[in-house]
């Protein structure tokens, strides 16, 4: 007698690592699995095993290998998490990084997630700052009709989610720029400013790097031929790198705006240098008369001329007084006071 599958396995305990790992059959969710039974039900026809991971040990990777055949080299690649975006084939399978990206305490967060997808089988790998994925289960579940169309719809909700999450970073940095281009030419540009704006205009080209080569993922994807991908997704993919192209522009712009504002702040704080130079240049420049009237005055000669005179001490006092207002009132009329 064979082994059956059961329809209604036992409670699985939670363990490290896992987030979900459930079955589905036309859309709807069969049941909760265990790790260890994924590949029999992954093989079951009309049945979709979807599994959900964040930072897996090598251990939980390696019995992923064993149920779904996965290549060596994505399990290699999927625990070091440092790859650059791309789309693998391993046979009948598809090996996907992204790179996801969030705000935290006003820096882009970089994370990553690389995804397994075979005939019966979607197994998400999260790594660092990233969103969980549970609101793509609970929209994909609430949409049987598309969700039956099995392990291809499962890879562009996840693909979709996370290029749209890409936006509320690109709008939280549009909003700090448009505060500090109202800020800048009326405040005193200081060096942490100048320092938000470098930092701004690094992340988004840190962005800009980890999006741009979904556009070709999405490419690749839209294409006949792979395993496991439907010729009607093309429409979806191909609107995932619309999603792109579009953050590109949002990016592009960005990128232009921080730079304009990083010139025009340095270009201000050298204004606002010369502009202190000036009045220390014109204030030396009238101090220097009572400085030459009494250096001359306190040398120690006997013969000097209205050395003895009875007003001129009260008539150096005038010159200089004349002198210096009068200093005063060019500097005033050229802008340097």
């Known amino acids: 007698m064979t082994n059956s599958l059961k329809l209604v396995p036992a409670p699985i305990e939670p363990r490290p690592g896992v987030v979900a790992s459930a079955v589905y059959a036309g859309g709807r969710r069969v049941a909760e699995i265990p790790i260890e039974d994924a590949g029999e039900w992954s093989r079951k026809p009309g049945h979709v095993v979807w599994i959900g991971l964040h930072e897996p ?4 990777l390696r019995q992923l290998q064993r149920e779904f055949n996965l290549h060596e080299l994505a399990i290699e690649d999927a625990l070091k998490a440092h790859q650059r975006p791309k789309l693998e084939q391993y046979g009948d399978a598809l090996f996907v990084v992204a790179r996801t990206a969030q705000m935290l305490d006003g820096r882009i967060a970089f994370g990553e997630t690389h995804l397994f997808a075979g005939k019966g089988y979607v197994v998400s790998v999260r790594h660092g700052a990233s969103t969980s994925y549970t609101p793509v289960r609970d929209r ?21 989610f996370i290029v749209d999450n890409y936006m509320p970073v690109i709008e939280t940095i549009q909003a700090e720029v448009e505060e500090i281009e109202d800020h800048i030419l009326e405040e005193t540009s200081g060096q942490l400013q100048v320092r938000r704006l470098y930092q701004l205009r690094r992340d988004l080209l840190r962005l800009r790097n980890a999006a741009l080569p979904l556009v070709e993922v999405c490419r690749r994807l839209e294409q006949p031929g792979l395993p496991g991908i439907d010729p009607s997704m093309s429409p979806l993919f191909r ?4 999603h792109i192209r579009r953050v590109q ?3 592009e712009s960005l990128r232009e705006v921080l730079a304009f504002a990083f010139e025009t702040s340095l270009m201000t704080g050298q204004a606002q240098q010369t502009e202190i130079t000036r009045k220390l240049a014109a204030w030396a420049a009238i101090l220097a008369v009572p400085t030459a009237v009494a250096g001359i005055y306190g040398m120690n000669f006997e013969n000097m001329p209205e050395l003895q005179w009875h007003y001129g001490y009260v008539l150096v006092l005038i010159v200089i007084v004349a002198v210096c207002g009068w200093l005063y009132w060019r500097f005033r009329q050229n802008g340097w006071l």
């Open 239 to 242: 609107d995932v790198s619309d």
């Open 140 to 160: 994909c579940e609430a949409a049987q009709k598309a969700f039956s169309e099995g392990e291809d719809f499962i890879l562009y909700a996840i693909l979709d």
């Open 249 to 251: 522009e949002e990016i």
């Open 57 to 60: 040990d090598l251990g939980l």
